[in-house]
């Protein structure tokens, strides 16, 4: 054998070392990336309806994220009104959504949630927003966050909530229901003229080992 074909044959086996190398080191990081993608939480929403004045049937888009965890509404017509020529019940409005969360054995669950919308309000008077949850054999519900906004405003707006660790009807396991309840309105001055709306909710559910 000459130097020629010597030094080929020992490239051919560097080379060939390397790639099984290479191929060995990859087997682990594909095999974690392929867990890593595997759900971890056990907690998921398996579906979401709405209701209420602000949100009669057939004026908003819902959807449920790929990871189940995560849900959005998106609203139509979720809004109020202050001005002389308003109604008091066109000063207020509400709407109920309610997600079904299905819980294992041994599991409880906690719940973000981001609401965004936009408010017009002028001098002395304030646009409100409350949200209350109620989950199952928790009756209606205790708010959870109220944030007021005192004009001159003229702007869109962000909130968010997050909430303690909740059990299916007292228990640690077992399908729920998580029911947020959003309430706005105008206080104060109700002539001068004024607008208040949410746009979008957005829902994050977060499994909590018992």
Known sequence: MDVRELCGSRVLRVLLVGLALCALGAAPAAAEDAQAALPSDPVTISSITYQGDGCPAGTAGTAIREDLQSAEIIYDQFLVRAGSAVSDSARKSSCRVTLTVQTPTGWSWAASLRQAGYVLAPPNVTARTTVRLGTTGGGSGAPIGTDSFAGPRDEDYLVQYDTEPRRSGGTCG?????????????????RPDGVMSVDNSKFAIVGVPC
């Open 174 to 190: 077992g399908p729920s229901s998580a029911t947020f309840t959003t309430e706005i309105g105008f206080v104060g001055n109700p």
